[in-house]
């Protein structure tokens, strides 16, 4: 079985440890992470790539669904809107701010500000849940 590492920020460590955030969106990988492979979670304890790491379960957790998203924003009569598409679904408004807040952030609006600023848009990468 493939293994895979997957690292946090101390923003969604807690989280991802009281299982209350069951999923992640990376950026695509050279290896991809596939439903099946194993997946082995930590988090920084300081800032990151200078502090340790922890693990956040003893055992490796199972990914059960690994799909393709794009996240990208714009405005509509001059109203800011948040574009969420998985697999080539654009996601309603409802269920974009449901999504958002099951990956640990605040709404929708909340989770494109993070990734225009940590990634850029629009952001293409892979939803990743166990």
């Not at 059960?64 to 800011?80: L, P, R, Y």
């Amino acid at each position: 079985m493939s293994r895979h590492v997957l690292i946090f920020s101390a923003r969604f460590a807690d989280a991802v440890a009281e299982c209350t955030k069951r999923q992640t969106i990376r950026p695509v990988r050279k290896r991809p992470i596939k439903a099946g492979h194993a997946l082995v979670l930590y988090a920084w304890t300081g800032k990151p790539y200078r502090s340790k790491q922890r693990r956040l379960y003893p055992v490796a957790r199972i990914c059960k669904e690994a799909s393709e998203i794009t996240i990208a924003s714009g405005t509509i009569g001059g109203a800011q809107v948040e574009c969420i598409h998985i697999n080539g679904r654009e996601l309603t408004f409802q269920q974009a701010q449901d999504f958002a807040k099951a990956d640990g952030f605040i709404n929708a609006a909340d989770m494109v500000d993070w990734f225009k600023k940590t990634h850029g848009l629009p952001f293409t990468g892979t939803l990743i849940k166990w």
